[in-house]
């Protein structure tokens, strides 16, 4: 891969991060304003704001209930849902045409064209994600058998790439797959895709530039507030009033 190759890979990732994450993040924090938003465990809401925060005023449930999503779940469910658009946006130069394939690649390590599918990290996969992973891979090596594509080799050319992770953080899932299949994730994948040993550190570094436009907490302050308020309203969600009183 050249350099002006290697470039605007990383331009389209910073555009990816920005409108398909960031901005969809930030939407997704605003609707959390309400109580509804969340499946409340009142049993354990109250210990947490205590634990966290030293109160259990409504702004200290509030954020007991917001932090968790916002820097969790929220982001990583966002990214792990935006896996195709990132193919589609940021590598549409590696774009499949084969059925079930995300990408298709020359390695640049062992110069083997690879015919990949495409995951977040290392623990996105369910046990139904595998089925489908080798069901693809097995209609695959049937079609390369029925055009007598003699040089492939399923096991070596098929492959699972995870966009982000060390190897020795895939779930047993992925070690599933990788008894059959290579896995390759994190630096190693950004390796085999562009020749760039440095790759992988770089793409890191144009989301971190990204997050720099996002310093501003005051969307989180005043969902924080605003959530607080529905707190105050709906006490009986949580019990609120009958955990508040005074201790003697």
């Known amino acids: 891969m050249?350099?002006?190759e290697r470039d605007r890979i990383l331009e389209k990732a910073r555009a990816f991060f920005k409108t398909s994450i960031a901005d969809s993040h930030a939407s997704n924090t605003q609707k959390l304003s309400k109580l509804k938003a969340f499946n409340v465990n009142p049993f354990t809401v109250h210990?947490?704001?205590s634990f966290a925060f030293g109160d259990e005023s409504p702004e200290s449930l509030a954020k007991a209930l917001i932090y968790p999503r916002v820097l969790g779940t929220s982001i990583a469910t966002t990214f792990g849902n935006n896996v195709q658009t990132f193919c589609h946006e940021v590598l549409e130069g590696f774009a499949s045409t084969t059925a079930g394939m995300d990408i298709e690649f020359v390695d640049a390590v062992d110069?083997?064209?690879k015919y990949c599918q495409l995951k977040a990290g290392p623990q996105t996969i369910n046990k139904d994600d595998v089925e489908t992973i080798e069901g693809h891979f097995v209609g695959l090596?049937?079609?390369a058998r029925t055009n007598h594509l003699t040089d492939f080799n399923p096991m070596t050319d098929c492959c699972v790439g995870i966009l982000y992770g060390d190897?020795?953080?895939i779930s047993a899932n992925y070690k599933k797959i990788e008894k059959d299949y290579p896995v390759?994730?994190?630096k190693e994948f950004w390796l085999r895709l562009t020749g760039d040993e440095t790759f992988y550190e770089d793409l890191i570094g144009v989301f971190s530039d990204c997050a720099k436009d996002y310093t501003d907490t005051k969307l989180l302050d005043v969902t924080i507030e605003e959530l607080a308020d529905d707190i105050t309203k709906h006490s009986e969600v949580l019990n609120y009033e009958l955990v508040s009183l005074p201790k003697e």
């Open 2 to 4: 050249d350099k002006k």
């Open 47 to 49: 210990y947490l704001a």
């Open 111 to 113: 110069g083997r064209k």
């Open 141 to 143: 090596k049937n079609l």
């Open 167 to 169: 190897h020795s953080q």
């Open 184 to 186: 390759y994730s994190g």
